[in-house]
């Protein structure tokens, strides 16, 4: 059974910064690309980050410079390391793990941006 479980989310000050884990069960985890959408009411799912199995790693304009993913093969866990967050990043935060027609999604984990 496949299972991608996000942790580490929460409420945060503007200027603070978060560690978001995705830890993956049941799957080849160095085969899949992963990545990082977020949510919020009303709106699409938006694509944050991707990071690919050899590394190589991609971004939104709107986190460029502030969000960070990253991977441990080893752990079967893919990270997003956000600093400097803002109100507007405020969202539910969902990981996603994509191998040819294979994808693969968390149940989430807010992250509400506040002071």
């Known amino acids: 059974q496949v299972q991608l479980v996000e942790s580490g989310g929460g409420l945060v000050q503007p200027g603070g910064s978060l560690r978001l884990s995705c830890a993956a069960s049941?799957?080849?985890?160095?085969?899949?690309?992963m990545n990082w959408y977020r949510q919020t009411p009303g709106k699409q799912r938006e694509l944050v980050a991707t990071i690919f199995r050899l590394g190589t790693t991609t971004s939104a304009d709107s986190v460029k410079g502030r969000f960070t993913i990253s991977r441990d093969n080893a752990k079967s866990t893919a990270y997003l390391q956000m600093n400097n967050l803002k109100p507007e990043d405020t969202a539910i935060y969902y990981c996603?793990?994509?191998?040819?027609?294979?994808?693969?999604w968390g149940q989430g984990t807010q992250v509400t941006v506040s002071s």
């Open positions: 996603n793990a994509n191998f040819s027609k294979q994808s693969y």
């Open positions: 049941g799957i080849a985890f160095r085969l899949y690309a």
